[in-house]
């Protein structure tokens, strides 16, 4: 080998190891948000099994998502029983899943999809079956060689220190590197913190507590909304957690109500007062349908992984239409990668304290527009009203033009855009054109009502 060629691959050398140690995540995976279905929300740990598992995958074939983008199935926690005693190697629940992961793999791959699984970073997992702190390297070589595309590490009986979990989040990114499969890493923190650096560590990071139902989606909007929008972009996402659906919330407190009633006979007795009051509160928080598609139409203009939780067996024509709507999908999956943010909010700013610990608090009565710059010039926009009462919520030439500005700083630096911008409208609920407009105002319905366009700026 001559000199100049030794020196030529040791400078090649050096630019890799250098590259693959500073840019740190670089899989190769994630360059658009996840979008798919995760069992947690629907089957918790009672029903998660390979036929449920393989029946859930045909019905995101035969109901149309997986043509629609929807491509990873994912089984969540639950689906362990602990470690090979000699080999370390983790256990799928014999009973839940007899043949093992790879076989269900096997299955989703021949639909044409991808599989996901759960793991956590500490030695348990939520649900308290084996987590993987100090497995990693041998769990991500299982999982890859059950031909696992996507893994969720939780952080349930972990360290809150950010050096410690990131430093952990790092062996276990590592290790899937090391595998030499295309593994999208998943983080699981709940918290915030993680944005700033997510994209050295996993392709997406969960930036709230979980979301199940209303108090909890207006939380993680309003820790979305709190800056985290500039950390976003391709190979890396604010996770804004699973998409709910109608009807879903607390179910507990319905159960409450059922078991209790057995116990009490008089429709008068205080008993049944208190219970009633219960019922009020738990009936309060189930998503309504309208807070189910603003749920979906944020989270696209977020850039938020779509991840479906209902139960697809009885998911309702309101949903699918909603999880369907290819204009919406083409927001969230806008090759350019941008994250959207506010041009006008009225809620106050979220206690990521108090959300650190998961309390939820009540949903404030305030709205807000979001903005998220598209690859061709256009401009997606959410109108979304917090409050008890409708509202109508208007967006002035100035505010529009705010938008153009801050969804678009680069392209429209030097340009003066206050000479009067018009903009064509497209409603991507209703589908229609609401013609070529200066300014907006928008009727939106209670407790979340929204609406969301695309506008395309004229001049
Ligand atoms: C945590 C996660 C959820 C789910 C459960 C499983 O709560 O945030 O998304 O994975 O654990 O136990």
Redesign the pocket.
């Known amino acids: 080998m001559s000199k100049s060629s030794a020196l030529f691959g040791l400078a090649a050398f050096c630019l890799l190891f250098s590259f693959a140690f500073v840019a740190g995540l670089q899989n190769g995976v994630g360059q658009l948000p996840a979008m798919g279905y995760?069992t947690?929300?629907d089957l918790?740990?009672h029903g998660i099994n390979a036929a449920n598992v393989t029946k859930i995958a045909s019905m995101v074939q035969s109901l149309g998502l997986q043509k629609a983008g929807y491509n990873y199935v994912n089984i969540?926690?639950?689906w362990n029983v602990g470690r090979d005693n000699f080999t370390h190697v983790l256990l799928p629940d014999p009973k839940a899943f007899p043949e093992g992961i790879k076989p269900v793999a096997d299955f989703i791959h021949q639909l044409g999809m991808k599989v996901g699984i759960?793991t956590?970073r500490g030695p348990l997992?939520?649900?308290l079956r084996a987590g993987s702190m100090g497995f990693e390297t041998i769990d991500a070589q299982t999982f890859a060689s059950w031909g696992v595309d996507y893994l969720?590490e939780?952080?349930?009986w972990a360290s809150i220190n950010h050096t410690v979990a990131f430093q952990q989040y790092g062996v276990m990114r590592d290790a899937l590197n090391a595998t030499g499969r295309e593994i999208y890493f998943s983080l699981?923190g709940?918290a915030p913190w993680y944005a700033p650096v997510g994209s050295s560590l996993g392709n997406s990071w969960?930036t709230s507590?979980?979301v199940n139902h209303w108090p909890s989606m207006y939380q993680s909007i309003s820790i979305i909304e709190n800056n985290l929008s500039q950390y976003a972009g391709p190979g890396g996402w604010n996770d804004a957690?699973?998409l709910v659906g109608s009807g879903q919330g607390e179910k507990h407190s319905l159960f409450l109500l059922c078991a209790a009633s057995l116990f009490t006979h008089s429709s008068f007795s205080p008993a049944f007062l208190f219970l009633f009051s219960f019922y009020k509160i738990g009936s309060a928080v189930f998503v309504t349908p309208d807070q189910s598609r603003t749920q979906f139409s944020l989270w696209s203009i977020f850039s938020s992984p779509l991840l479906i939780g209902t139960t697809l067996s009885s998911i309702t024509p309101w949903d699918l239409t909603t999880y369907t709507n290819k204009d919406v999908i083409a927001i969230n999956q806008d090759p350019m990668g941008k994250a959207g943010m506010t041009i006008v909010n009225t809620c106050p700013k979220a206690d990521v304290h108090a959300a650190a610990f998961g309390a939820t608090a009540p949903v404030p009565a305030c709205y807000q527009i979001w903005v998220k710059e598209l690859f061709n010039g256009d401009m997606a926009m959410v109108f979304v009203n917090f409050s008890p009462i409708a509202t109508k919520v208007t967006c002035d030439q100035a505010c529009l033009v705010k938008g153009l500005h801050k969804a678009m700083a680069a392209r429209m630096k030097g340009k003066n855009a206050n000479g009067g911008i018009k903009f064509h409208v497209l409603n991507l609920w209703s589908h229609k054109s609401e013609g070529v407009v200066a300014d907006m105002s928008v009727a939106l319905g209670p407790n979340g009502g929204s609406e969301m366009y695309r506008l395309r700026p004229m001049n």
Do not use: L
Request: a negative charge; proline letters at 4%.
């Open positions: 995760n947690w929300n918790r740990c969540d926690d639950c759960y956590d997992t939520c649900a969720k939780d952080s349930c699981c709940w969960r507590p979980d957690d699973m």
